[in-house]
């Protein structure tokens, strides 16, 4: 896959896998989450690029994936199963500052603590589009939480 994204996150909602593609946040829209939204109102994906998104990530085939702007290739398949094909997607507001969840298409995401179980109350915290492992999250309050994934 060649792209100028510069990471890549699974998520398997039910049954379509879904690849969620996203460079870092433009320049200028850097800043820390405090509870209260986005740094920079130009973070802040538009209700029309979250539902392109959300179509997309429902692409469980080939064609679906492309009419809806995605691109379909091999992936890495989750911690039970090889390389699957699956939709490329591409998230409005990946790396984006985020002060909770609300603020993101999918998760508002801290950097990653020395231990999940205990989630700093307050970090920096960007949106990402979710995947495997261990994580702490800002909810719609901006209250962070600690959660492990397969």
Do not use: F
């Amino acid at each position: 896959m060649s792209s100028p994204v510069l990471h890549a996150l699974v998520i398997a909602l039910g049954a379509p896998l879904a690849i969620v593609l996203g460079g870092a946040c433009s320049e200028g829209k850097t800043g820390s989450a405090k509870g209260d939204g986005p740094a920079n109102a130009k973070c802040i994906a538009s209700d029309e690029a979250r539902q392109a998104y959300a179509t997309c990530r429902k692409s469980a085939d080939e064609a679906s994936c492309k009419q809806n702007g995605g691109a379909w290739d091999q992936v890495p398949g989750g911690y039970s199963q090889g390389p699957v094909m699956a939709c490329v997607c591409q998230l409005p507001d990946a790396g984006c500052p985020c002060g909770k969840s609300g603020d993101c298409t999918v998760r508002c995401e801290m950097s990653p603590p020395a231990n999940w179980k205990s989630c700093p109350a307050e970090g920096p915290a960007t949106c990402t589009g979710g995947g495997h492992g261990c994580y702490c999250y800002l909810d719609d309050k901006g209250k962070s939480h600690g959660i492990c994934q397969d």
